[in-house]
Every structure is written in C-alpha cells, then in structure tokens.
C-alpha cells in the first residue's frame, strides 16, 4: 500500500511568487492535516480535512493561504503570495479514522528568497 | 490548549547505552500522547502512542513510554542504543474536540548515536 506522498519534495521561489503544493493521501483515508515546520521550532497544525470538508482550520496563518481538497482524495496548500517568513517543511498527514495513527508524507522543503 | 515541552533539542548516547528522552505536555483534558521519529529525508513514522489504556506502552525497535500523570510527563525509553536508532525524535498530543484531532508537537529532539 502506499503511503502519503507529497510533491514537490524541495521548492525555492520568490518573495510575491506563487506555490502549490500537493498531498496525495494513503487511499480510503478520509482525514487529511496539513502541518508546517518552521526551522529550529516545533511541527505546527494548519488545518484538518474530513473528506472534501475543512474540519479545523485555526492553524492557517493568514489568508495567503488557501487549502482545497476537492473530491476528497489528494489536497492542495496554495500560498499567494509568498513571503520570506513562509519558508519551512510543510507535512501532510492522513488518518482512516479521527482517532486513528496519522501517517506522514515526508514532508515538501520551501524556501522563500 | 495543550501544549508539548521536550527538554534537550540534541542527546548523545554511545551505542548499546540507555536511551532517554524526555516529555512533558499540558493539557487541561486526558489526553493522547504520541512519540513520533524522523529519519533522513523521510516522513514522521508513529513509535508508539498511549491511548488512556495501559500507562507502560510498547512501540516499535525497542522502544517504550510511560505515562505519568502526576508529573505530566511521557519519557521516552530504550535500554541499549543502536546506531540505527539516530534521528529526530517528537513528543505530541491530541485531545478530540468538535471533531478535530490536531497534533500539536514539541521542538523535537535529535539523538546521535556514538560508538
């Protein structure tokens, strides 16, 4: 079975540019989180999916960010624009159940010169 | 709010030493608590997680927590240390609210194995 994947797994843009990144989710798994790591501080929460349905959104920092998980299968995270203090390693995670072990994609690297 | 303290961001061990890694969370409900690890450019992979069931949990390559309420506190344990065990370690916990099951983390902790 495959596990969660994320793409891109590195990206370096601009400050005012504009990215998207990815999270196909392990199949049947109707709960999706976003996380992000800023370095040197801790994994934080963005926002949790349940199917195709925010669930919790109280971790999104602003509204440069827009997330979308249309059909309920693989998500999106747009940032728009970017800005220098938006670089980290944003995790994407996916759960059967509420309750239930959250797997971990290995994480896409962005960097905002 | 709950929140996670784990204190050290670097351990060393020499091989075949006692591994000790610390936790301490808050939480104002019973809470999950959960060790994740992560190894090189790969994702977070679940050690082991206690449930409110037994206080004494067993995870996998050895590893094992115990939840101690009356020091909030879920340290992370294992007897002998192997080079394979090098790689960041996180200290979490979640507590069910309106349907949400957030995870929120502790700093990390980077173990390095030594021979």
């Known amino acids: 079975e495959a596990g969660v994947t994320q793409f891109p797994s590195h990206s370096v843009i601009e400050k005012g540019q504009t990215v998207t990144l990815r999270c196909d989710p392990i199949?049947?798994?109707?709960?999706l989180y976003w996380y992000r790591r800023v370095m040197g501080k801790e994994i934080k929460f963005l926002l949790h999916f349940v199917k195709e349905s925010k669930q919790d959104e109280s971790g999104m920092p602003n509204n440069r960010f827009l997330a979308e998980r249309t059909g309920g299968t693989y998500s999106t995270l747009k940032v728009q624009p970017a800005e220098l203090e938006d670089s980290g390693v944003y995790f994407c995670?996916?759960?059967?159940?509420?309750?239930?072990?959250?797997?971990f994609g290995p994480g896409t690297r962005l960097t905002v010169l | 709010a709950q929140s996670v303290t784990q204190l050290g961001s670097h351990v060393s061990v020499s091989e075949g030493a006692l591994v000790l890694l610390r936790c301490n969370y808050s939480s104002s409900v019973p809470p999950y608590l959960f060790w994740y690890v992560q190894y090189p450019n790969q994702g977070l992979q679940l050690l082991l997680k206690?449930?409110?069931?037994?206080?004494l949990v067993k995870g996998i390559n050895g590893f094992e927590a115990e939840f101690k309420k009356s020091e909030t506190s879920f340290h992370l344990t294992k007897p002998s240390a192997h080079m394979s065990d090098a790689a960041e370690y996180f200290c979490?916990?979640?507590?069910?609210?309106?349907?949400?099951?957030?995870?929120?983390f502790g700093t990390g902790t980077q173990l390095k194995v030594e021979l």
């Open positions: 995670a996916s759960s059967q159940e509420l309750v239930g072990e959250q797997f």
């Open positions: 199949s049947g798994h109707d709960n």
């Open positions: 206690y449930t409110s069931a037994a206080t």
């Open positions: 979490a916990v979640s507590v069910l609210t309106g349907g949400g099951n957030k995870l929120t």
